[in-house]
């Protein structure tokens, strides 16, 4: 099993980073990722506990179910089946303020499902691919969230 994790810090208020990063279906904004949808809304907010989330990325489909939902401040999923097959413990994102804005960690625990050469794969080919998707996703919420200063004009 492998342990992934990406950490940025956007800059935007933390209530918003959260609900953009929970909101899968603002995934599309990646390159990376074709489709998102909501299965099944959760039994508090739509993406709170119990919801099911379905991603189709670059690196293959996903069913995810959210199993803490703490708003702004984490919220945890596992992967239920996906294509590739994969043994997944663990997806978490935290989010904490910060001075610039919102520090965003996400991290993931996880492995191809492949006799022999799982771990192998896991760690040359599946790690960067996932951790690159994480990369690309928070790319896009910074795009779509942050504050900037505006250029001053004379």
Do not use: K
Request: aromatic share 8%; charged share 20%; hydrophobic share 40%.
């Amino acid at each position: 099993m492998e342990t992934m994790t990406v950490e940025r810090t956007i800059a935007a208020p933390i209530d918003e980073v959260f609900a953009w990063l929970t909101t899968t279906t603002n995934y599309t904004r990646s390159p990376l990722v074709l489709r998102c949808r909501l299965a099944r809304a959760g039994t508090s907010a739509p993406y709170g506990v119990g919801a099911v989330r379905s991603h189709l990325w670059a690196i293959g489909w996903l069913s995810e179910r959210i199993t803490r939902y703490e708003p702004p401040y984490v919220t945890e999923y596992v992967v239920d089946r996906s294509v590739p097959p994969s043994r997944h413990e663990l997806g978490r994102m935290t989010f904490t303020e910060t001075d610039g804005g919102t520090l965003v960690n996400w991290t993931t625990r996880a492995e191809m499902r492949a006799p022999l050469v799982g771990a192998f794969l896991t760690r040359h080919l599946v790690r960067p691919m996932i951790t690159g998707s994480f990369r690309s996703i928070l790319n896009a919420a910074d795009t779509a969230l942050a504050r900037r200063p505006s250029p001053n004009r004379a």
